[in-house]
């Protein structure tokens, strides 16, 4: 009797193993990001919804792969343990965002408001809490792709009173991010300039961005609607609202 020893392909596996370079939670949002689209699309083909549903295909493919093509090409990988802010935004590394606005009231009414983090969720629509941990460390809870719930913890590592507030995520993070808040006094004395400053690693990567950006939900349309709502809820005392009123 002729005896056949098979072994596992080890080279093969190491092969695997190195052609992954996306995380574990960028893995599930692709796939979960993938099924939503793929579903849209194929329930509206005879509306052009053949985009949708080859974007959902290769965010699909994606997560199944643990693999990005366009991740290969930058020269990027977030498989491994995101520890360091600064490392995994490193360069053109992650998306980054610069948006202000002017706002009618002195610098110091609007820092202290702000370096209140827990006042955030009131008109950062995609933010569901923020709870301070300590004086400089908070944890944060935001709404995903296709539903998830995203958390991560933050820490503010760079501040100077009524000028600026500088902060990143902190190791274990969903979302790796870094950013900053300043606050100038705006040309003739007309209030105060607030700009915010981000950089962050998105769900899904920058595939995941650009899908975001096909449907209106991109990084800067966000926090420039969050910069507007802040003007209005300070200005103001309150975001306005439509919920309720008939559509003109």
């Not at 110091?108 to 301070?132: G, I």
């Not at 920058?206 to 420039?224: H, N, P, Q, Y």
């Amino acid at each position: 009797m002729n005896m056949e020893l098979t072994f596992p392909d080890d080279a093969g596996e190491l092969r695997a193993r190195s052609d992954r370079n996306l995380s574990e939670f960028e893995r599930w949002a692709s796939i979960a990001a993938g099924v939503g689209l793929t579903v849209y699309g194929l329930t509206r083909l005879k509306r052009h919804g053949w985009m949708p549903a080859a974007l959902g295909t290769l965010l699909l493919r994606r997560g199944a792969s643990a693999h990005c093509n366009v991740y290969e090409a930058l020269g990027l990988n977030t498989s491994a343990d995101p520890a360091d802010t600064r490392a995994a935004l490193r360069g053109s590394r992650g998306v980054n965002v610069l948006e202000s606005v002017t706002i009618n009231r002195s610098i110091e009414e609007l820092y202290r408001f702000w370096r209140n983090l827990e006042n955030l969720p009131q008109f950062m629509r995609h933010l569901e809490s923020v709870e301070k941990v300590t004086d400089t460390i908070s944890h944060w809870r935001a709404r995903g792709p296709a539903g998830t719930i995203v958390e991560w913890d933050a820490e503010i590592h760079n501040e100077v009173p009524n000028q600026v507030i500088g902060w990143r995520s902190l190791e274990g993070a969903d979302v790796v991010s870094a950013g900053s808040v300043n606050f100038d006094s705006a040309a003739g004395g007309r209030g105060t300039r607030v700009t915010v400053h981000l950089q962050y690693s998105p769900p899904g990567g920058k595939v995941g961005a650009a899908v975001a950006r096909l449907f209106g939900r991109d990084a800067e349309t966000e926090i420039r609607e969050d910069l507007r709502r802040f003007k209005q809820l300070i200005e103001a005392g309150e975001v306005p609202t439509t919920a309720g009123q008939p559509r003109g």
